[in-house]
């Protein structure tokens, strides 16, 4: 998969242009797809740490090498102890945190994108692999069908896999760029 390909493709009928149904220029999502990200996250937020706990266990069960780019994290190899470690519950707990501040800031594009450029440039000072991000994406979304239950609807998951898609390619050109900067 390519670094700006849709980690999901979009999916669902085509409705006539509303006031909810215009996309917003910077970021490609309607006002509809930005409530159902709001709302779905609203759930989220009750449950961080928790929800943090479990995305980084079935992102390191799926993909076992990225467990190594985790310093403190690295040579845990049980999983139960994995996730009741408070570094995994703690980097857990950031990332979800991270996640709030993009969820409200969804209606500030420019603060949207800075905070995931922001994300980018500090993960490539950290060589993180940049599929890395792309791996996580179904990961996610598995786990926000996992801990939501029903109130994780098709819709906000099609709302989901719009914004992570953007996500990935403002995060992998700052990445890029910031290798590039560094190749100079």
């Known amino acids: ?17 509303g006031d909810n149904d215009v996309p917003d220029e910077a970021t490609g999502l309607t006002k509809e797809q930005k409530d159902q990200i709001k709302k779905s996250w609203d759930v989220v937020c009750t449950i961080k740490t928790k929800f943090g706990v479990e995305l980084f266990a079935k ?9 190594q780019h985790f310093a403190q994290l690295k040579d845990m190899t049980d999983l139960e102890v994995l996730k009741k470690s408070s570094k995994m519950r703690a980097h857990g707990y950031r990332v979800v945190s991270a996640f709030c501040s993009l969820v409200e800031n969804l209606d500030t594009p420019d603060i949207f994108i ?9 993960h490539s000072l950290r060589t993180v692999p940049h599929h ?5 994406g179904p990961v996610f979304l598995d786990v926000m069908t996992e801990q939501l239950g029903d109130k994780f609807t098709p819709k906000a998951k099609e709302a989901w896999g719009l914004a992570y898609t953007f996500m990935c390619k403002v995060i992998l050109g700052a990445m890029d760029e910031c ?3 560094g190749a100079k």
Do not use: V, W
């Open 59 to 67: 992102f390191f069960e799926r993909h076992p090498a990225a467990q």
């Open 114 to 122: 800075e905070l995931l450029t922001n994300t980018g440039y500090s």
């Open 132 to 136: 890395f991000f792309e791996d996580l």
């Open 179 to 181: 290798e590039g900067q």
């Open 1 to 17: 998969m390519g670094l700006c390909t849709p980690c999901f493709p979009a999916r669902g009928k085509q409705i006539a242009p």
